[in-house]
């Protein structure tokens, strides 16, 4: 499995930021692993480790980083959303791709990213430079006997401003605050069929949106940093 072009540029995106190779990253909601993987990859003299709950991701994580020749001790059995306080602000720095538009709501998401980093949190968001938050409930059809809603949750694919995600990250102190819109530059087929799964289109400019089902995906990376004081 190779990493996604957006874990690539998000990477970049993080090295452009620090002034120094950071001492020491944990990566939240790691998934399947090829992400984390390549994380480590890029970041060799640093000390990465990683959270993931879901038993079949750790599997296929476990899996993957055995096929890289990476140690499956970076990675932990753990619900980076649940309090563990001895776990608090360990790492220097915390990587999340997507995990914030993933969340019924980025508050809490948030708070926990600012007290498990010790320094610096970076971030892949949907978002925009405008007022309002889209907070987007995708659900599937559902024609059980019992579902008198016809569907059920799916996922959220939320949408927020910049400037709400900003200013939750002033309130858990970092107050230093960088963001930066992925672009695209590769093109992606869409789906066979009707369903859930990123592919491109590309405008008159040549800009590539990404799409998924009907839905523009706004990619941004964001980077906020912890005050001094």
């Known amino acids: 499995m190779t990493p996604y072009r957006s874990t690539v ?14 001492e020491s990253i944990l990566y939240v909601a790691a998934g399947a692993g090829p992400d984390l993987a ?26 993957h980083l055995a096929e890289e020749g990476i140690d499956a001790a970076i990675l932990m059995e753990r619900d980076w959303l649940s309090e563990q306080p001895e776990m608090e602000r360990r790492f220097e720095g ?3 791709l997507s995990t914030l538009s993933q969340h ?5 998401a948030i708070t926990r990213m600012c007290q498990l980093a010790d320094s610096w949190v970076a971030a892949s ?3 925009w430079n405008g007022d309002h938050d889209f907070m987007i409930d995708v659900r599937s059809l559902d024609d059980a006997p ?6 059920r949750h799916a996922a959220y694919y939320n949408i927020y401003s910049l400037k709400t995600l900003s200013r939750l990250f002033e309130r858990n102190g ?17 789906p066979a069929e009707l369903r859930l799964g990123t592919y491109t289109c590309q405008t008159a ?22 005050s001094a004081k």
């Open 9 to 22: 540029h998000f990477t970049q995106f993080v090295g452009r930021v620090l002034a120094r190779p950071p």
């Open 38 to 63: 390549y994380f480590k990859k890029q970041f060799p003299n640093t000390k990465v480790a990683a959270m993931e709950s879901n038993s079949e991701s750790l599997s296929a994580a476990r899996a």
């Open 94 to 96: 915390l990587l999340s």
């Open 104 to 108: 019924k709501s980025p508050v809490r």
């Open 125 to 127: 968001v949907m978002a």
């Open 146 to 151: 019992d579902n008198v809603e016809g569907s």
């Open 174 to 190: 970092f107050i230093h605050f960088k963001a930066e819109q992925f672009q695209m530059d590769v093109d992606l087929p869409p």
């Open 205 to 226: 400019a040549g800009n590539r949106l990404q799409i998924s089902g009907p839905l523009f995906m706004p990619w941004w990376f964001i980077f906020a940093e912890r």
